[in-house]
């Protein structure tokens, strides 16, 4: 094959791979917009009736872009806000009413709360640096590091799917020790798969 044959065929293979790197972004990005949008418009229909929500596109986006793209990181995230803090904003701002957020009263007789935004996460070494945080994106990242945590924590356990044993440990128990709550979050986890 000739020198100039050569570089036709290796300026061709460049092209194509180009070509398909190309389409695969453009691919990615629309399913990115496509699962925001899923996201946008299940925030109506999940949140609480009675509260002030979530502005749902933020929430859309911040959802799709903490969790990468991934369905089932997007069903486990909306999952665990709607049932942390009903998509409500004044919850995602920590505003919270006397009885919300993990109240307790510490030794001075002060009203405080243990929880922050709308995944209710409660302060530790991973999150120190952002808890408080407004940010919908902040608190979506936050919250994926603490499922990814458990999911790891509960794999191990041949007993229990991983899923079942998130929500055990995210709700302060270990992966094989049953709640009352469980079989609540699965049941809307598997919903809000379907409707995604």
């Not at 929500?53 to 999952?79: F, H, K, M, W």
């Not at 935004?117 to 991973?126: A, E, F, I």
Request: with cysteine.
């Amino acid at each position: 094959m000739s020198p100039s044959n050569r570089v036709g065929w290796i300026t061709l293979a460049f092209l194509a791979a180009l070509g398909f790197v190309l389409g695969v972004c453009s691919r990615a990005h629309a399913d990115y917009s496509h699962l925001a949008e899923r996201v946008t418009a299940l925030v109506p229909r999940l949140g609480s009736r009675s509260a002030e929500l979530v502005e749902p596109i933020e929430s859309g986006n911040a959802l799709a872009q903490a969790c990468s793209q991934d369905r089932d990181c997007v069903a486990r995230l909306l999952t665990m806000a709607v049932m942390e803090s009903a998509l409500s904003a004044a919850v995602a701002r920590s505003e919270y009413k006397a009885h919300e957020g993990d109240a307790y009263t510490d030794r001075d007789g002060v009203r405080q709360h243990r929880a922050w935004g709308t995944y209710q996460q409660h302060r530790n070494q991973l999150n120190a640096d952002v808890w408080g945080d407004p940010d919908p994106l902040v608190q979506a990242r936050a919250a994926r590091a603490r499922q990814l945590g458990a999911l790891a924590e509960c794999r191990a356990f041949r007993s229990v799917d991983p899923e079942v044993g998130m929500w055990r440990v995210l709700a302060g128990r270990g992966c094989l020790s049953p709640y009352s709550g469980e079989g609540a979050r699965v049941a809307l986890l598997a919903k809000i798969r379907r409707l995604l």
